[in-house]
């Protein structure tokens, strides 16, 4: 069975950082696309980061440059997303998707090309 679940969200002071996990199985790693979106109240789900399964490279949505930095374990099946220097429009529920094809997830629409979701972990940036 196919399944992705998020870990490491909470309530972090601006300037603070986090590290998601988002664990997967029943499928391969080396043969999917992982991307983090996330979701603020009233706002559309937007790709955050993304890492591409045939070349291993790297995608990052203009708010988080500088700031996140996505990883992929293959041996544990696992992929993080390091999030430093947050910042309070950080704040939303983060979700992991999974892809088959090259699916770079800050263009616009590629949400739709992600097919297996986990169910989210809440981070919040706040003093």
């Known amino acids: 069975q196919l399944q992705l679940v998020e870990s490491g969200g909470g309530l972090v002071q601006p300037g603070g950082s986090l590290r998601l996990s988002c664990a997967t199985s029943?499928?391969?790693?080396?043969?999917?696309?992982i991307g983090w979106f996330r979701q603020a109240p009233g706002k559309e789900r937007e790709g955050v980061s993304c890492?591409?399964?045939?070349?291993?490279?790297?995608y990052y949505a203009d708010s988080v440059k500088g700031r996140f930095t996505i990883s992929r374990d293959n041996a544990k099946n696992t992929v993080y997303l390091q999030m430093n220097s947050l910042k309070p429009e950080d704040t939303a529920v983060y979700y992991c998707?999974?892809?088959?094809?090259?699916?770079?997830?800050?263009?616009?629409?590629?949400?739709?090309?992600?097919?297996?979701w986990g169910q989210g972990t809440q981070v919040t940036v706040s003093s």
């Open positions: 998707g999974r892809s088959i094809v090259q699916a770079i997830c800050v263009r616009p629409g590629a949400r739709l090309l992600y097919d297996y």
């Open positions: 029943g499928f391969t790693l080396d043969y999917s696309s």
């Open positions: 890492i591409i399964s045939s070349d291993g490279n790297t």
